[in-house]
Antibody, heavy 119, light 107 residues
Framework: QITLKESGTTLVKPTQTLTLTCTVSGFSLSTSGVGVGWIRQPPGKALEWLALIYWDDDKRYSPSLKNRLTVTKDTFKNQVVLTMTNMDPVDTATYYC???????????WGQGTLVTVSS | DIQMTQSPSTLSASVGDSVTVTCRASQSISMWLAWYQQKPGKAPKLLIYKASTLERGVPSRFSGSGSGTEFTLTISSLQPDDFASYYCQHYNSYSWTFGQGTKVEIK
């Protein structure tokens, strides 16, 4: 059974760096074809894709945020880490990680973690 | 960048109704389109991928169609559990772009 769970800082001050961890189970981050993505959703607003990392360490970033994002993985710990620099109140959102399947869509999602940016 | 536009933003319907949500891409995306359902406080759930392929376990009252730039999600005979928000998503292994969402509410 595939599961994902987000953890990390829930309250961040403006200009600080956010670090979130996605701990996965039920699949290996080194299995060919596997990808884990990050998606966020501001309160009451739409979903926004942020980044994705593939099993071979290839990475994809949202063009509008790529200068602020870094995604890495630790296969042995079954973890994917997202960092976002220079946080602003508009970055307040629920952040999700999700499993990318062979059809290139997100078939399993974490429960999400609410990140608030406030001084 | 490809933009995805959904309509309507909100849709009021009754149990038993058939409803249709439209998603338009700013340029042709072939059939690389998925639909997700999201309930308040919950993570999205994958319903349909490749425009019309139903994800395992999704009821057959959900169907998708379209190709190129125009796509539709149809829910035939709306059930109480279907009142939720729905998002389309374009994907191509390089980027994943969501529409702004459609809320299906009880009339």
């Amino acid at each position: 059974q595939i599961t994902l769970k987000e953890s990390g800082t829930t309250l961040v001050k403006p200009t600080q760096t956010l670090t979130l961890t996605c701990t996965v189970s039920g699949f290996s981050l080194s299995t060919s074809g596997v990808g884990v993505g990050w998606i966020r959703q501001p309160p009451g607003k739409a979903l926004e894709w942020l980044a994705l990392i593939y099993w071979d360490d290839d990475k994809r970033y949202s063009p509008s945020l790529k200068n602020r994002l870094t995604v890495t993985k630790d296969t042995f710990k079954n973890q994917v880490v997202l960092t976002m620099t220079n946080m602003d109140p508009v970055d307040t959102a629920t952040y999700y990680c999700a499993h990318r399947d062979w059809n290139d869509v997100f078939d399993y999602w974490g429960q999400g973690t609410l990140v608030t940016v406030s001084s | 960048d490809i933009q995805m536009t959904q309509s309507p933003s909100t849709l009021s319907a009754s149990v038993g109704d058939s409803v249709t949500v439209t998603c338009r891409a700013s340029q042709s995306i072939s059939m690389w389109l998925a639909w997700y359902q999201q309930k308040p406080g919950k993570a999205p759930k994958l319903l349909i991928y490749k425009a019309s392929t139903l994800e395992r376990g999704v009821p057959s009252r959900f169907s998708g169609s379209g190709s190129g730039t125009e796509f539709t999600l149809t829910i035939s005979s709306l059930q109480p559990d279907d009142f939720a928000s729905y998002y389309c998503q374009h994907y191509n292994s390089y980027s994943w772009t969501f529409g702004q969402g459609t809320k299906v509410e009880i009339k």
